[in-house]
C-alpha cells in the first residue's frame, strides 16, 4: 500500500486569502459578467494590472456586505496578495470608517467589491460594438482606399478606425453642444 501526503498549501509563488460565502459569491457572479470562463484568480490578475496601469482607480462605494458565514479561502499568485497588503497599508484607516472594518479580511472584501464597482463605472464610459458592428467601418475603409485621396491608401485599418470614430465623436459630441444651447 502506498500513501502520499496531499499539500493542501499554495505552491511557492501563491498565496490564500478567505472570503465569506457572499463575497465570493458575487465575485464569480462578476467574474463571469466580465470576464467569461476565466476564474476568479486570473480575473484578480487582470484587475491588478489594469489599475496599475491606470486604466481606473478604485473608489470607494456606498455598499453594504454580508460578512457572516465562513471563511472559503481562495489561492492567489502571491503579487496579488502582496498588491492588495499594499493596498490594506495604504487604506485600511478610510476603510474602516466607512465600513467599520477590523481585519485584513473584511478589508480585502470590500476593497475586491469596490474594485469590481470602479471598474463597472470605467466601462459605463466605453463604447462597446459587436463585431457586425465594424462591418459598416470596413466598407468605409474600402471606398475610402479605392478613393481619390491616396493619403488613405498606405494606412492601416487600425489607424483609419481611430481617426474615423474620433471624427464621429467629435460630431456627436458638437451635436450635443448645440442640443444643449
Not at 69 to 94: A, M, P, Q
Not at 133 to 146: N, S, T, V
Not at 149 to 155: A, I, L
Request: aromatic residues 14%; neutral net charge.
Amino acid at each position: 500500500m502506498h500513501l502520499t501526503c496531499l499539500n493542501i498549501m499554495p505552491g511557492e509563488g501563491y498565496s490564500t486569502i478567505g472570503l465569506k460565502p457572499s463575497i465570493l459569491e458575487k465575485l464569480h457572479g462578476i467574474t463571469d459578467e466580465y470576464f467569461p470562463g476565466m476564474f476568479l484568480p486570473s480575473t484578480l490578475i487582470i484587475m491588478m494590472n489594469e489599475i496599475k496601469r491606470g486604466y481606473y482607480t478604485v473608489e470607494p462605494h456606498n455598499i453594504k456586505l454580508d460578512l457572516s458565514g465562513k471563511y472559503n479561502s481562495i489561492t492567489i499568485r502571491i503579487d496579488v496578495k502582496d498588491w492588495l497588503e499594499e493596498n490594506y497599508t495604504d487604506f485600511f484607516e478610510d476603510y474602516s470608517k466607512k465600513y467599520r472594518i477590523k481585519s485584513f479580511a473584511q478589508f480585502i472584501s470590500y476593497f475586491l467589491m469596490n474594485t469590481f464597482e470602479s471598474k463597472v463605472e470605467a466601462q459605463n464610459h466605453v463604447i462597446k460594438l459587436k463585431a457586425s458592428d465594424f462591418k459598416w467601418l470596413i466598407a468605409e475603409y474600402r471606398k475610402r482606399q479605392h478613393g481619390k485621396d491616396s493619403k488613405n491608401n498606405n494606412q492601416t485599418f487600425e489607424r483609419f478606425a481611430d481617426e474615423f470614430l474620433k471624427e464621429l465623436l467629435d460630431r456627436v459630441n458638437e451635436a450635443k453642444k448645440i442640443l444643449n444651447t
